[in-house]
């Protein structure tokens, strides 16, 4: 059995999933382990997080039991943690350190964890998972008018991620890397590609994109908050191309998108632990444009 662990922001949640879904198409027993938003957990932690993988509509998946888990990684209680301490060898846990592991998918009998963002794990089940993630309709007729418009015209996404990437210690992991730079560059190259394109401009910092990018070929998408701000990935999804932040948000944005012709960009690295080398992030993330921070079209 393949058990693989829930956690994280929606971006992650999805990615987790659509790893899920690999193994499934691949044959295998698998399930996830959704433990992590349990009550108890999320009290443990600065920023609680909500199995958003429970708004979209039937979206099926079958979870772990307790004893699925302990099997494979050991149980909560005292037996559990001695064998961890005294018996390490009995786990069978695989925990993401690089970008792309090769010779994941053909594990079994373990239990997995980490974000799994790299497109090349599930890229070519995209379609059906793109079938399979189905967002609820909308209680707020601004989306629906917004995305029939969308649909009707040369539209780009353009996703802006500050609020907690300025933090200090998310900005030395995060920050640097979608620079106004990148931004200018990526938007250039859709105007190069695109006649009369319209860009509609996602942000968690609404005041600053309304000053950055003022004009009547950009439109500020204030309308989701709270719990319905996953709405903005919907929005996104139904963009023709998509400029992406360093993050997972936005990158499932491009993912569900159906145009067939669609431009997706996105930052060379996501983290500044990271370094881009072209040749492989082109065979990880076929079909992407990758610009730099000093705004370079690699």
Same mark, same amino acid.
Request: hydrophobic share 35%; aromatic share 12%; glycine share 6%.
């Given at each position: 059995?393949?058990?693989?662990?829930?956690?994280?922001?929606?971006?992650?949640?999805?990615?987790?999933?659509?790893?899920?879904?690999?193994?499934?198409?691949?044959?295998?027993?698998?399930?996830?382990?959704?433990?992590?938003?349990?009550?108890?957990?999320?009290?443990?932690?600065?920023?609680?997080?909500?199995?958003?993988?429970?708004?979209?509509?039937?979206?099926?998946?079958?979870?772990?039991?307790?004893?699925?888990?302990?099997?494979?990684?050991?149980?909560?209680?005292?037996?559990?943690?001695?064998?961890?301490?005294?018996?390490?060898?009995?786990?069978?846990?695989?925990?993401?350190?690089?970008?792309?592991?090769?010779?994941?998918?053909?594990?079994?009998?373990?239990?997995?964890?980490?974000?799994?963002?790299?497109?090349?794990?599930?890229?070519?089940?995209?379609?059906?998972?793109?079938? %399979?993630?189905?967002?609820?309709?909308?209680?707020? @007729?601004?989306? +629906?008018?917004?995305? &029939?418009?969308?649909? /009707? *015209?040369?539209?780009?996404?353009?996703?802006?991620?500050?609020?907690?990437?300025?933090?200090?210690?998310?900005?030395?992991?995060?920050?640097?890397?979608?620079?106004?730079?990148?931004?200018?560059?990526?938007?250039?190259?859709?105007?190069?590609?695109?006649?009369?394109?319209?860009?509609?401009?996602?942000?968690?910092?609404?005041?600053?994109?309304?000053?950055?990018?003022?004009?009547?070929?950009?439109?500020?998408?204030?309308?989701?908050?709270?719990?319905?701000?996953?709405?903005?990935?919907?929005?996104?999804?139904?963009?023709?191309?998509?400029?992406?932040?360093?993050?997972?948000?936005?990158?499932?944005?491009?993912?569900?998108? %159906?145009?067939?012709?669609?431009?997706?960009?996105? @930052?060379?690295? +996501?983290?500044?632990? &990271?370094?881009?080398? /072209? *040749?492989?992030?082109?065979?990880?993330?076929?079909?992407?444009?990758?610009?730099?921070?000093?705004?370079?079209?690699?």
């Amino acid at each position: 059995m393949i058990i693989i662990q829930v956690a994280g922001g929606l971006g992650n949640q999805l990615q987790q999933y659509a790893l899920y879904r690999k193994f499934v198409s691949l044959g295998r027993e698998a399930r996830l382990d959704v433990s992590w938003f349990d009550e108890k957990n999320q009290e443990k932690m600065s920023a609680k997080r909500e199995l958003e993988l429970n708004y979209f509509d039937r979206l099926l998946y079958e979870t772990c039991t307790a004893e699925e888990k302990a099997h494979l990684v050991g149980g909560e209680g005292l037996s559990g943690k001695l064998r961890r301490k005294l018996l390490p060898f009995t786990l069978h846990r695989f925990q993401e350190s690089e970008m792309y592991h090769p010779q994941l998918l053909s594990m079994d009998n373990v239990y997995i964890s980490g974000h799994f963002a790299c497109e090349k794990y599930y890229a070519d089940i995209m379609f059906s998972l793109q079938e %399979k993630i189905q967002f609820p309709e909308s209680k707020n @007729p601004l989306n +629906h008018e917004m995305a &029939q418009e969308m649909r /009707k *015209r040369p539209s780009v996404s353009i996703h802006v991620r500050r609020g907690d990437y300025l933090d200090e210690e998310n900005k030395k992991l995060f920050g640097g890397i979608c620079t106004d730079s990148y931004y200018d560059c990526a938007v250039n190259m859709i105007r190069e590609a695109v006649p009369d394109p319209h860009f509609y401009v996602f942000s968690d910092d609404i005041p600053y994109v309304k000053e950055k990018y003022q004009g009547n070929e950009f439109t500020i998408v204030d309308i989701n908050h709270g719990r319905d701000s996953f709405y903005d990935m919907w929005l996104m999804s139904n963009c023709k191309h998509n400029i992406c932040a360093n993050s997972t948000f936005s990158f499932w944005g491009a993912r569900l998108n %159906k145009n067939e012709n669609k431009i997706m960009v996105r @930052p060379t690295i +996501h983290k500044n632990s &990271q370094s881009f080398i /072209k *040749r492989e992030m082109e065979d990880l993330w076929k079909g992407w444009h990758f610009i730099n921070p000093d705004g370079k079209v690699m």
